[in-house]
């Protein structure tokens, strides 16, 4: 006989939380999900609707409501249109959290995500040893034999996907090659540590150079404490909530150990879950406090430098004209300003309210041409592991955004977030655009006069 299944044990979603929606819909336009299936249970109010009722007793957490909790994107667009300000990625998270526990998954489900959230994501060193070997597969060039063979077309389309995805000329993992401590350019205003994200060190080391270089002339000494781990942002969406305490305490001990004046990061998911963690641990009596502090000094790179009194005007001129071209980052000649554009990743905009000072300091720099994004507050589809465990629908996303971006036909696509530049960066090689998609941190260093960012 199969035992009913409510909420049960540690993060059980908070019922005032789920209280605060008044129904009143307005977040409706504002989800992707909804907008796709126009079902009230895919919109924010039908899965809040959802949790209330598996809190009531009235509906169990069965299979169909698991199902929704993980159709939402977790964009948090609509804690953005809420009149009411409910937190719907926090009360999604830990839905999804009860529904891991306490649901029954198949013994494949169980081992996938325990191997990746359980056992890699809680480690960086380990999602370290995968990157090489992915290295391994470009430079050995097998990778081209591989997409030469034609294999690739026996697999399903998700596969195809996630060999096409990850980006050709894959570096060393920054944390193994950056020092711990790097002094200011001049003289020093602050002392800064840097939170170096998994993805971002992995991925796109050179950004994280770029954000480094930005900091220090701008009078900041960058600390880099290279133990750090995850910020817990990809446990918090895939149900593994419950183990983000611990990374949380972990970093917040390392970097007290620094004594720095701020926590940057480059990184849109990061800097949402670092603020996190005094919400996170708030009623932990050793590190309630402790957490308040370290959340308070934590600020994405665009909100710092666009506030930072010494951040030094951008010199722009030829340079940035440089870092046009298809995807590759070729140089071209242009006899025209740079175009260039900015898609604002989720958990920047509706996670921290981050819009204006990204495209403050875009505009600020001299001889561009600066054009808005339509629906640039829209999801791109990427949402963590979403592309991968709901591709048609990240896809389908991904479309609406490839949409606006050939109306703008920008030069540069630029964005603050890896799984953004990711996602960005395959939408732009599937329609063979004549457009680059870089991170705000390159660019804005490359018109410093860096070549860091090409
Ligand atoms: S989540 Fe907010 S916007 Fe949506 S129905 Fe509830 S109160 Fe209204
Ligand atoms: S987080 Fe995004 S996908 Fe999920 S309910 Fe809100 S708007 Fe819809």
């Given at each position: 006989?199969?035992?009913?299944v ?6 059980v ?10 129904r ?11 907008s ?8 924010p109010?039908g899965?809040?609707?959802l ?24 964009c ?15 009360l999604i998270?830990?839905?999804r959290s009860?529904?891991e526990?306490?649901r ?5 489900d ?11 994501f ?7 040893r ?6 391994l597969?470009q ?5 081209k ?8 077309s026996l ?21 193994r ?5 790097i ?10 540590g ?30 880099i404490?290279?133990?750090v ?12 909530r ?5 990374l ?6 390392l ?10 990061t480059d ?35 665009s909100?710092?430098?666009a ?5 030094p005007k ?8 440089k870092?046009?071209?298809r ?13 260039i554009?900015y898609d ?15 495209h ?7 001889g ?7 629906e ?21 996303i991904?479309?609406?955004k ?37 991170h705000?941190?390159?660019?804005l260093?490359?018109?410093q ?6």
């Amino acid at each position: 006989m199969n035992r009913a299944v409510h909420f049960q044990g540690v993060d059980v979603p908070d019922y005032e939380k789920v209280l605060n929606c008044m129904r009143c819909g307005m977040c409706l336009p504002h989800c992707p999900t909804y907008s796709l299936t126009r079902i009230e249970r895919s919109s924010p109010r039908g899965r809040i609707a959802l949790i209330r009722a598996v809190a009531d007793g009235r509906l169990e957490l069965t299979q169909g409501v698991e199902k929704e909790l993980y159709f939402c994107l977790d964009c948090r667009a609509c804690e953005s249109a809420c009149p009411a300000g409910v937190h719907v990625g926090y009360l999604i998270e830990a839905g999804r959290s009860q529904a891991e526990r306490c649901r029954p998954h198949s013994f494949l489900d169980r081992a996938i995500k325990n191997l990746l959230f359980n056992y890699l994501f809680v480690y960086t060193p380990r999602l370290e040893r995968i990157a090489f070997l992915m290295r391994l597969y470009q430079k050995t060039g097998l990778r081209k034999v591989v997409q030469k063979s034609g294999i690739l077309s026996l697999f399903p389309a998700v596969f195809r996907f996630m060999e096409e995805f990850t980006p050709d000329g894959m570096e060393l993992p920054l944390r193994r090659l950056v020092a711990e401590e790097i002094p200011a350019q001049g003289e020093e205003k602050a002392r800064v540590g840097f939170f170096l994200g998994c993805m971002m060190s992995i991925f796109f080391g050179r950004c994280c150079r770029a954000t480094i270089d930005l900091l220090t002339r701008s009078g900041c000494r960058v600390v880099i404490p290279k133990a750090v781990l995850c910020c817990g942002a990809p446990l918090a969406s895939e149900g593994y909530r419950h183990r983000v305490p611990d990374l949380a305490r972990f970093n917040i001990d390392l970097f007290e150990k620094q004594n720095v004046d701020y926590i940057v990061t480059d990184c849109a998911a990061c800097g949402c879950s670092l603020k996190e963690y005094r919400e996170l641990l708030k009623d932990n009596p050793q590190y309630a406090e402790r957490a308040e502090h370290f959340s308070a000094k934590v600020r994405d790179i665009s909100e710092f430098l666009a506030s930072w009194p010494h951040y030094p005007k951008p010199v722009g001129g030829q340079m940035p004209e440089k870092m046009a071209g298809r995807g590759s980052g070729d140089g071209r000649n242009l006899n025209r300003p740079l175009r260039i554009t900015y898609d604002q990743p989720c958990h920047l905009q509706h996670a921290q309210g981050i819009s204006k000072q990204p495209h403050s300091l875009l505009k600020a720099i001299p001889g561009i041409e600066f054009v808005d994004l339509p629906e640039s507050d829209w999801c791109c589809g990427s949402a963590g592991v979403y592309n991968i465990t709901h591709y048609e629908t990240s896809m389908k996303i991904l479309d609406r955004k490839m949409d606006n971006i050939e109306k703008v036909a920008p030069d540069l696509l630029v964005t603050a977030n890896p799984g953004c530049l990711l996602q960005l960066q395959y939408g732009v090689k599937k329609r063979n655009l004549d457009t680059r998609v870089c991170h705000i941190t390159e660019l804005l260093s490359t018109a410093q006069g860096n070549t860091i960012g090409r």
